[in-house]
């Protein structure tokens, strides 16, 4: 992959789906846990394991908890900060984060607190983004990039990176010296639209499909047949990423590069 090609960030919650991403040639992982719940912070030993296992990127997500308000607290913002110690001693190659005030602004302060702590390593600023004001776009650009994030993960203030994809296009034209990245809803039959417009250089995807099938080194998810349930998520049968979406995607993004 040249350094002109279109990158794939693929958003994982397990070792299965990551090999599959790395398989499939995604550029970058973006770990998480609990992506039923948006992604929240992985655990380190996932983190640890993978890193033996793949040579591509792992950035961990540091979200502690549930919840579209964005809004920590600061014992919350300790836990956050300890997270971050402990995913970069085992490894973590970046770190993705966001954080709100009660006026869905940009939370200047907590993002300093992070950055300072995360000394240099590369920190993506997530879809808390999309909570903010679409007419202060630019200016919270400007706030992100100050704050030294090196990336935006952006659906253009909608339910999907498609639907928003004319204010993506937008930011991505204005703000060239920050890598916008769409994410949200990105599948294989609206890729090629979303490249078309918005002139992205990385996109974020999961690239699922459904589990049950081994996928790639013999390591698969499976959805069993019974009555007990775990948590309301059980209700939808379990994704996983699938290495075949990811290749798919990957030869899209080489074509319309």
Known sequence: M???????EVCVDSVASALAASEGGATRIELCSALTEGGLTPSPGTLKTLKDLINIPIYCMLRPRRGNDFIYSNVEMDAVLLDLEIL????ADG????????????DVEKCQRLMERAAGMPVTFHRAFDLTNPQLMHENVTIIKELGFKRLLSSGFRATAIEGSEN??????????MIIMPGAGISVSNLDE???TTKCVEFHASAQAA????????????NMDCDVTMGKQDVDPCTITDVNVVRRMVNIAMAAK
């Open 2 to 8: 040249s350094s002109s090609d279109i990158k794939l």
């Open 88 to 91: 970069r001693t085992h490894g």
């Open 95 to 106: 770190f993705v984060f966001g954080a709100l005030t009660e006026q869905r602004a940009i």
């Open 168 to 177: 993506l296009a937008q930011l991505i034209a204005k703000h060239r010296d």
């Open 194 to 196: 979303l490249l078309t």
């Open 211 to 222: 589990a049950g099938s081994i996928t790639t080194n013999g390591e698969g998810v499976a």
